[in-house]
């Protein structure tokens, strides 16, 4: 399930949109121009500043935020999303970026510096900024007659993983979460996974979970009650693909719990 938030638009020559409902290959910046490398070093000067982890540049949220940094520019205003362009969840997606929250800040001023003010003196741009659930970022600033038109995209990114490693990462969660015995993968606990409802194969569980989530470092709180009642002795995790496609990227699992 995704959501978006939107916050009003600042009163300055700004605006922000914040999206949240997580593979980037997230690499340092080696290109950019001057004013994108100024704006990325603000920005992790201000988290490191407040005991926040340093954003890592994406390449895929660069060319989403150039993309419509090229729209600001040639018409000479700021908006999160003109007449016939992709909002701001699809632009990210197109470029290849993998993400379960995504937001972006966009700004017009003379120079990067006026620009990075003004986004820490704005509440709404500065929680974009300084949001704990982000990890990476892509800047662009383009430049039309002496102003800079800038594009920040963040998002928080999610990895690229198998179906194996998806049913392993979670399989670890339940062994450290409760005495059970975790069973091998098969066919039929993947099919139950993609299934609305009921489970395939001969043999009934007591107990099916399915859920969707962009990180799989947590159970879902109602599989954690589940497993904390004793009642359930052995364990088996499936994996299947989204049934539809969307821009925010998550995982699908099926736990199914047996005596």
């Known amino acids: 399930m995704s959501m978006k938030y939107l916050r009003p638009v600042s009163v300055l020559v700004l605006a922000f949109a914040i999206g949240i409902i997580s593979d980037h290959c997230a690499s340092a910046q080696t290109q950019g121009s001057v004013a994108e490398q100024y704006l990325f070093a603000s920005a992790n000067a201000e988290r490191t500043q407040r005991g926040l982890p340093p954003l890592r540049w994406d390449n895929a949220l660069y060319r989403a935020a150039q993309g419509h940094a090229q729209e600001m520019a040639a018409r000479a205003s700021i908006s999160h999303q003109y007449p016939g362009e992709p909002e701001l969840t699809e632009r990210g997606r197109s470029a290849g970026a993998r993400f379960s929250v995504i937001a972006e800040n966009v700004a017009e001023a003379s120079t990067a510096v006026r620009i990075h003010d003004a986004w820490m003196n704005s509440p709404g741009h500065r929680a974009n900024l300084l949001d704990p659930q982000v990890d990476s970022v892509g800047i662009s600033v383009l430049r039309r007659d002496g102003q800079l038109y800038a594009v920040q995209d963040f998002d928080r990114s999610v990895a690229v993983l198998s179906l194996a490693q998806q049913e392993s990462a979670v399989g670890s969660l339940l062994e450290s979460t409760a005495t059970v015995e975790l069973l091998p993968t ?51 995790v499936g994996a299947c693909s989204p049934r539809t496609s969307q821009s925010f990227t998550a995982f699908n699992i099926a736990v199914l719990l047996y005596p």
Request: glycine share 8%; hydrophobic share 35%.
């Open 186 to 236: 098969s066919d039929d606990v993947r099919r139950t996974c993609a299934m609305e409802t009921g489970y395939a194969g001969s043999r009934r569980p007591l107990f099916v979970m399915r859920y969707t989530a962009g990180d799989l470092t947590r159970l879902p709180d109602t599989l954690k009650t589940a497993l904390a009642s004793g009642r359930y002795h052995q364990a088996a």
